[in-house]
């Protein structure tokens, strides 16, 4: 069965320090790759998304994401964490050759990310 | 620039009663979906509408039905309420039917259910 794996639920980093955020994922061919985010209190929002091409994917607010396709990983990164960026980040993958719907997209558990001043 | 509206934003129902919890969006979007939200959980799918006039299961439906009322808006409803079903639930909606298309997400809706 296809599953996107967070290992780290909680993470916390200084301000100014560099971050990565893992997201494993398990399917039977390479899918769409998501990353989302959810400031307290609101819904999510888009930071970046693979399709194809260049593995290394630029996002919003500073992210970005690197697809390792043998290690099946899409992992987020960022140089250097603001503290607005305490929020909670969501891997999401879908099936790439899905020709109907979208309800099939899986999210991850989700990473709560923390920035000390 | 709404996007996706969801109503209301909180709500606490005792056991038992029914619920409609509303979502419009304003971009023109094919499809939407209702999730729910768990401590731990990530989110799940409830049920979905890939265009007006249709509606799929999703990975957890059991006890919620919904109407996709027109092309904007997609009510989840919750007939008899259980406090399994106390979460934070969340509207999204897409411009088509592919899986690169990716969702917009309302501002949810907290349901306490006692």
């Known amino acids: 069965a296809q599953s996107v794996t967070q290992p780290d639920i909680h993470i916390t980093v200084s301000e100014g320090a560099s971050l990565e955020l893992r997201c494993n994922y398990s399917?039977?061919?390479?899918?769409?790759l998501f990353w989302y985010v959810q400031s307290p209190g609101q819904g999510l929002q888009l930071l970046l998304k693979?399709?194809?091409?260049?593995?290394l994917v630029q996002g919003i607010k500073g992210f970005e994401a690197e697809f390792k396709r043998s290690q099946s990983s899409f992992n987020l990164r960022k140089p250097s964490v603001h503290w607005s960026d305490a929020a909670e980040y969501f891997c999401?993958?879908?099936?790439?050759?899905?020709?109907?719907?979208?309800?099939?997209?899986?999210f991850g558990k989700g990473t709560k990310l923390s920035v000390k001043p | 620039n709404a996007g996706v509206t969801q109503t209301p934003k909180f709500q606490v129902l005792k056991t038992g009663q029914s619920m409609t919890l509303q979502c419009a969006q304003d971009m023109n979007h094919n499809s939407m979906y209702w999730y729910r939200q768990d401590p731990g959980m990530g989110l799940r799918l409830i049920y979905y509408s890939a265009s007006e006039g249709t509606t799929d299961k999703g990975e957890v439906p059991n006890g919620y039905n919904v109407s996709r009322l027109n092309k904007r808006e997609f009510s989840l409803r919750l007939e008899s309420a259980a406090p399994s079903q106390t979460s934070v639930y969340f509207c999204?909606?897409?411009?088509?039917?592919?899986?690169?298309?990716?969702?917009?997400f309302g501002d949810g809706t907290r349901l306490s259910i006692l």
């Open positions: 999204a909606s897409s411009a088509g039917t592919r899986s690169n298309q990716p969702q917009h």
């Open positions: 999401a993958v879908a099936p790439m050759n899905y020709g109907g719907s979208q309800g099939n997209l899986i």
């Open positions: 693979y399709f194809s091409g260049d593995t």
């Open positions: 399917y039977g061919a390479t899918p769409y």
